[in-house]
């Protein structure tokens, strides 16, 4: 019974000491929590623009482009390499880390690879996840894009987290190639 009484007297010593906080100071304090709440939405990742990497494969090293763009909220993605032109598919921004797709058709085959990353300033470093040669095991590497200069946003705007409904493109290969890592 006397460590019940104690808890309540400390209870009402709280909020008596409450009562004290004059509402113009307490209004102050509400709106810097506000403020810093705003702040650190603004500063969230924006993965708009153009970003480059290298891929290294079997059959040598494979430059690639992705352009990164939001309309209306929604981000979209253009994804280019030696082995064509093709929109990314499932893509998805959550907090900093932005997830995607590439499928391809090479020869009447479906050839998905997966990248994932974490979007920290100009870089994006993650994996990539690719099926394995003749449906063996996935081929897993490291992933690293830096954003160019020139394609860096002028008036960075938040992009909503999102997930996008899949949407499918093939880009075409090179006759007589057989890539290994798009």
């Avoid at 623009?49 to 290294?56: M, S």
């Avoid at 959550?94 to 499928?103: G, L």
């Avoid at 870089?123 to 894009?145: F, M, R, V």
Wanted: aromatic share 6%; glycine share 10%.
């Amino acid at each position: 019974m006397r460590g019940t009484s104690r808890a309540i007297l400390n209870a009402d010593q709280f909020n008596v000491s409450l009562r004290k906080i004059p509402p113009m100071k307490a209004l102050r304090i509400i709106c810097c929590f506000l403020a810093l709440g705003t702040a650190a939405v603004a500063l969230a990742a924006d993965p708009t623009g153009t970003w480059k990497w290298t891929t290294r494969s079997p059959n040598g090293d494979i430059e690639t482009t992705l352009k990164l763009e939001s309309t209306d909220g929604k981000l979209t993605g253009a994804y280019s390499n030696q082995f064509g032109d093709t929109a990314i598919s499932n893509i998805s921004l959550q907090d900093d880390v932005i997830a995607f797709d590439v499928v391809r058709d090479f020869g009447g085959n479906k050839y998905v690879v997966k990248y994932r990353g974490k979007l920290e300033g100009d870089t994006i470093k993650g994996n990539i996840e690719a099926p394995g040669h003749d449906g063996g095991e996935a081929l897993k590497l490291d992933w690293s894009a830096k954003r160019t200069e020139e394609a860096k946003p002028k008036n960075p705007k938040k992009v909503a987290n999102q997930s996008s409904e899949p949407t499918l493109s093939s880009g075409t290969s090179p006759a007589g190639q057989e890539p290994r890592l798009p």
